[in-house]
Each structure stands twice: as C-alpha cells, then as structure tokens.
C-alpha cells in the first residue's frame, strides 16, 4: 500500500499528532494543516513518478556500462535520498 493512498484514504486532522505532511509551515495554522493534508498525496505521487523515470534510466545505463551491482545501488540508494530532501524540503516563496 503506498503511502499517497493512506493520507488520501486517511487524512490526519490532528496537526500535534506528529503524523501526516508535517512542516513547520503546515502546522502554522489549522488551515495550512488541511491544505498540506490535501496535496500531499499528490506530493507523494509526483515524488514516486519522477523517482522511478530517473531510477529507469540510471539502470538502463548502468547495465549499458556494466557497472557492478554494489555499485549500482548505492547510487540507487543515493538518488531515493536526494529525491526524498529535494521535495520535502520547504522553500521561501518569492
């Protein structure tokens, strides 16, 4: 079960329990909150689209240059992460 399903299944209304799309920004205020519970789903689901489209590639060409599988993945693992900060990292708005 992904996890774009269950917030959108199960959205979190309390914004001190922790759980759910949780930023200093979406727990300004209880509206911020309902709107970050909102569009996380979609968040999450344009993360996994452009994780796995770059994942495909980067093993396409991996296997191209036979590149050994430790290697592989780590560089596998290495783009999840940065995926991960990139787009759960907030930024000032201009």
Known sequence: M???????????TDRNSG???????????????????EIAPNIFLGLGIRLEIT????NVCLFIFKVPAAKSL?????????FC???FTERKQR
């Open 19 to 37: 759980c759910g799309y949780n930023t200093p920004a979406s727990r300004s205020s209880q509206e911020h909150w309902d709107y970050a519970q």
């Open 55 to 58: 994942e495909v590639i980067l």
């Open 74 to 82: 780590l560089t596998g693992i290495a783009i999840g992460v940065i």
């Open 2 to 12: 992904s996890v774009r399903f269950l917030l959108k299944k199960y959205p979190v």
């Open 85 to 87: 900060f990139w787009d």
